[in-house]
């Protein structure tokens, strides 16, 4: 009998491709935070383990050289806006150098050759200020954005046509997504690496990065007192508490005690310090966890609601539907695809 022939494993599927556009004036933090979330997401599939879901490359909107930006030094960018065209999502970090995008909300013609090498269908997402170059190009027309705070005045003025929302961290609309500043772009990344490959690569790349593995698009932008005075009390260890206990009942009471505080002075320093109230945090908390389970595990839809907090799976419907825009089913079976593929 003739041996069987030895089946090939299938090749890894080509890298998502990022493209980085750096103009001068960039602010060199923003600049590396795709590289950092992007270039940190692996395969955590059986199929092709380690394997990179991004490959990030940076291009100028000049012939290759250097790129100034706001600090003391520039930086040597080796690709030029031709890379545009290779793009699957372009990433515009802020700039504080945009001349007449920022005073007139027109391109310049340098800057409006180079988007002109964009495929249709390119996914768009700014950081900060970048938003700018976004809707001078007319992407942003008749969407809802946002920016840094202390910008989206003048952002709304100069663009009337953008439906802006200065209380938010990002705004996702489909393929084009806004960011506010600095923080909130990682936040928008780590978002973005979750909406394509899922909650488990997200919060590994969270780990790599040492930063929180979600924060919800719509949390406050800017709060009042965002790090608690030392000699104060704060609510890190309700959320702990918390945290290890998603699975059953919690009352604000409850969260109250562990700080030894009022409720009503415990409400008051949770929203400080996270800029939601406490429900609105362990809502957040019980998606996460129910995203987990349905793409880690094959527990029943009753389980999995059990273990996030929901109590029925017709509350975490509910709840699931309002976060993400689709069922638990259709959310478990995009990641059992996805995994499949």
Known sequence: ??????PTAQPAPAPHRVVVLALDGLLPFELGIPHRVFGRAKDLTTGHPGHPLYEI????????????????????????????ATADTVVVPASYELGPVYEEGRLTPELSAALAHLRPGTRMVAICTGGYVLAAAGYLDGHPATTHWSSAEHFQRLFPRVKVDADVLFVDDGDVLTSAGVA???????????????TAVANHVARYTVVPPHRDGGQAQFIQRPVPEPRLATTTAARAWALGRLHEPIQLRDMAEQESMSVRTFTRRFREETGVSPGQWLTQQRVERARYLLESTGLSMDQVARDAGFGTAQSMRQHVQGALGVTPTAYRRTFRTAAAG
């Open 184 to 198: 909130a772009g990682i936040d928008l990344c780590l978002h973005i690496v979750r909406r394509d490959h899922g």
């Open 1 to 6: 009998m003739p041996a069987l022939p030895t």
């Open 57 to 84: 490359i940076t291009c100028s909107i000049r012939p290759p050289g250097p790129v100034r930006t706001d600090s003391d030094f520039a930086v040597l960018v080796e690709h030029g806006p031709e890379a545009l």
